[in-house]
């Protein structure tokens, strides 16, 4: 079964979160990859619909391709609960100390 050059593609980016199009190029025939110009440019575009990608031109001739990280954002309300919980398990342990001397 192959992959899809997508997913394989995907796969290189990721192992080094930023390349240039050129580097991109040479590490797909570096793998044995043949692709076009106008498929690799198409692969591109739909990876950076999906959002799993970032595509930005570096200078005229070169573009930086970079893999797209999820920042998880925490709640502040969470952020709160979990700071009153732990303030009393502490104030229960401290209890707990009182009450055993």
Known sequence: MTIPIRNHLLDIIK??????????EKALTKDGTVITEGEFNKVLLDLEIMGLINVSWVTK?????????????????????????KW??????????????
């Open 15 to 24: 192992q080094k979160e930023n390349y240039t199009d050129k580097e991109l």
């Open 61 to 85: 001739e070169n573009r930086r391709i970079e893999a797209v990280t999820e920042k998880i954002e925490e709640d502040e309300y969470e952020v709160q609960i979990k700071d009153n919980l």
């Open 88 to 101: 009393k398990a502490a104030s229960k342990a401290t209890a707990k100390k009182i009450i055993v001397r």
